[in-house]
């Protein structure tokens, strides 16, 4: 079945889809895309999901596109449904993280990069290859990697194929966390958890600030955000409260 391609797993307010082809490293299809967008429609409408985590089974996170199915012409619903479907990514509500191990090449370092905060194992292998095999990017590689990494590096990476580790990568800012492999779940984990702890709410309000801003000139996006489009959440009186009761004394707002 087509949504077998990518497992959804829920636990304390943390989702996490499983990318689920690992005899073939999760390389991507339209089927697998089409699996992921219906858990990411899903995940978007649903209160109970406070952070994400997108992985890979078994010994990588993704290899890319699957260069047969490429080779077959195989369609995807629309025109642009893959790149679509990472738009998606980005755009759900809730905090985002990338789980990397393994293999994170082209369509996956695409992927992963559709993610807010993106942790890797120690041995993790990343790089973008559309050169090596005369494509063009087309899931937004030339417009999210410059953003990670700085408009020079990102051309480099682009123009040499080249493949770099995670430590390499963490260096230059396209992945936030290099860890010991058998330390990443329980990063993983911690990170989430911090993330869960926090209001849900002002995490959809920061996320979706962040994500104007960016489509905004300077003053524009500080006015924007002056200006409470998304209100405050409706969570801020319980959790005042609850801190004021910690505290015995009336909260102050830290600023």
């Not at 849900?200 to 600030?209: D, E, T, Y």
Request: aromatic residues 4%; glycine residues 8%; hydrophobic residues 45%.
């Amino acid at each position: 079945m087509t949504m077998n391609l990518v497992l959804r797993s829920d636990a304390a307010g943390i989702t996490t889809l499983s990318l689920n082809r690992p005899d073939k490293l999760n390389a991507l299809t339209p089927d697998v895309f089409v699996a992921l967008r219906s858990h990411l429609d899903a995940i978007a409408k649903d209160a109970s999901v406070s952070c994400v985590v997108l992985q890979g089974s078994g010994r990588a996170f993704c290899a890319g596109h699957d260069l047969a199915v490429i080779a077959e012409h195989a369609p995807a619903p629309s025109a642009h449904f893959e790149a679509e479907t990472i738009d998606a990514l980005e755009a759900l509500p809730q905090p985002t993280i990338a789980r990397l191990h393994g293999h994170c090449f082209t369509g996956g370092l695409e992927l992963a990069l559709g993610c807010d905060i993106l942790m890797a194992a120690e041995s993790t292998k990343l790089g973008d290859t559309h050169g090596q095999w005369g494509l063009a990017p087309i899931w937004g590689m030339s417009v999210r990697l410059p953003r990670r990494v700085g408009l020079s590096r990102a051309k480099e990476l682009m123009f040499t194929s080249r493949r770099i580790n995670a430590r390499t990568a963490a260096d230059i800012g396209l992945v936030d966390y290099c860890l010991a492999d058998d330390a990443l779940d329980a990063a993983v984990l911690r990170l989430g958890e911090e993330i869960v702890a926090n209001s849900r709410g002002s995490n959809r309000i920061a996320k979706a600030l962040v994500s104007a801003a960016q489509e905004r000139y300077w003053q524009d996006a500080l006015q924007y955000e002056r200006a409470m489009p998304f209100g405050m959440p409706n969570d801020m009186a319980e959790r005042m409260a609850a801190a004021s009761h910690q505290a015995g004394k009336k909260p102050s707002i830290d600023k």
